[in-house]
């Protein structure tokens, strides 16, 4: 299912243009990658893992059906956001089915909105206390994402812990990198200096670099469990369609 008709005009990032640091970095935003550039990230990205808890991770993993959002916390400005911002994945993000649902019975993504003083009690209580000791001395997260995985590579659940009063702009920056990440793209990379998945790299909202990443990875043609190699051998055909999409979504020039 596509998140948008054909013919549909997108505004870009207007939700979130009034937060003076994601503006500050939309007017700079770098938009012109060659191939291998995006090639090079989406390899980084989509294979490995930042932290590694279990299983193989040399395979693609994404969802191969709806993913459906349900946001856990008392804070309704912070749910309010959280839904602009899947609506702007959705939005983005050709062939992902991404909506908030209501129940978390509904749901395969379960956001949590917690307090910072509470972040690493939550942890504990999703990973256990020895596990959560050891995200905290190799991450020191302000917020976190993880998945479940089939057999077949097809990611099942996901769970996103995110604070709440660190501010807009940690709030988006996090709830972006978190719930991008949460779809399948779990590593993060300290060498492609474009992408939210580098921990030196501060967004606050969807980019156009990473835009080109989700895309390839929720194109039909790439499909979990595939290798590398099987990968490259499509990233071409995928690439050329992908870029279309981007450039019209975000109104680039041709």
């Given at each position: 299912m596509c998140a948008a008709a054909l013919g549909e005009t997108f505004t870009p990032y207007t939700a979130f243009a009034d937060i003076p640091a994601i503006?500050?970095?939309?007017?700079?935003?770098?938009?012109?990658?060659?191939?291998?550039?995006?090639?090079?990230?989406?390899?980084?990205?989509?294979?490995?893992?930042?932290?590694?808890?279990?299983?193989?991770?040399?395979?693609?993993?994404?969802?191969?059906?709806?993913?459906?959002?349900?946001?856990?916390?008392?804070?309704?400005?912070?749910?309010?956001?959280?839904?602009?911002?899947?609506?702007?994945?959705?939005?983005?993000?050709?062939?992902?089915?991404?909506?908030?649902?209501?129940?978390?019975?509904?749901?395969?993504?379960?956001?949590?909105?917690?307090?910072?003083?509470?972040?690493?009690?939550?942890?504990?209580?999703?990973?256990?206390?020895?596990?959560?000791?050891?995200?905290?001395?190799?991450?020191?997260?302000?917020c976190l994402s993880g998945f479940r995985k089939n057999e077949k590579f097809e990611i099942e659940h996901s769970d996103v812990i995110l604070t709440i009063d660190n501010g807009d702009f940690v709030f988006f920056d996090c709830a972006y990198e978190e719930l991008l990440q949460s779809l399948g793209p779990i590593n993060d990379t300290s060498t492609v200096p474009w992408t939210m998945f580098n921990d030196n790299v501060s967004r606050g909202y969807f980019d156009i670099y990473d835009q080109y990443l989700l895309n390839l990875l929720y194109d039909p043609r790439i499909k979990p469990g595939m290798t590398v190699q099987e990968v490259k051998a499509l990233l071409p055909d995928v690439l050329a369609d992908v870029r279309t999409w981007v450039r019209k979504v975000n109104n680039l020039p041709q």
């Open positions: 503006a500050q970095r939309q007017r700079t935003e770098k938009k012109i990658f060659t191939d291998s550039e995006i090639v090079e990230g989406f390899l980084k990205i989509a294979f490995g893992a930042e932290y590694h808890l279990a299983g193989r991770v040399d395979r693609i993993r994404k969802y191969d059906g709806p993913v459906r959002v349900f946001a856990d916390g008392t804070r309704a400005d912070r749910k309010a956001q959280l839904a602009k911002i899947v609506a702007d994945i959705a939005a983005r993000v050709q062939h992902l089915d991404i909506a908030m649902v209501e129940t978390s019975e509904d749901a395969n993504v379960q956001v949590k909105l917690v307090r910072d003083r509470d972040l690493q009690r939550t942890i504990a209580t999703f990973y256990g206390s020895e596990r959560a000791r050891q995200i905290r001395s190799s991450l020191d997260p302000q």
